[in-house]
């Protein structure tokens, strides 16, 4: 199983921008398609992004889609989502995910498979 730490979260004015990243370690980081998910309080989880095991494809919630960018770098075992443009409802922690490669893009928490402890980014208007 990979294990998965995130980091970069913290408070910004609206309109700024944040680097989000995902170390990974253990099993093969590059045989995972990622995910970015945030869960802000008393919501449930709710998609951000995700990116295939290759780097090759993406996919956005509309939420965030045209701000958001997610990428990954297989050689240094990292996942980013950079954010700008943000918005004090973009408040939430940050959660990082695991999932085992599928042919179509996966959008629901319970289709992965390894968590990171999350990171709180706090947008202030």
């Known amino acids: 199983q990979v294990q998965l730490v995130e980091s970069g979260g913290g408070l910004v004015q609206a309109g700024g921008s944040l680097r989000l990243s995902c170390a990974a370690s253990?099993?093969?980081?590059?045989?995972?398609?990622m995910g970015w998910f945030r869960q802000a309080p008393g919501k449930e989880r709710e998609f951000v992004a995700t990116i295939r095991w290759s780097g090759g494809s993406t996919y956005y919630a509309g939420s965030v889609k045209g701000r958001f960018t997610i990428s990954r770098d297989n050689a240094k075992n990292t996942l980013y989502l950079q954010m700008n443009s943000l918005k004090p409802e973009d408040t939430a922690v940050y959660y990082c995910?695991?999932?085992?490669?599928?042919?179509?893009?996966?959008?629901?928490?319970?289709?992965?498979?390894?968590w990171g402890q999350g990171t709180q980014v706090t947008v202030s208007s």
């Open positions: 253990g099993r093969s980081f590059s045989g995972y398609d």
């Open positions: 995910a695991a999932s085992n490669p599928y042919y179509t893009f996966r959008t629901r928490p319970q289709d992965y498979v390894a």
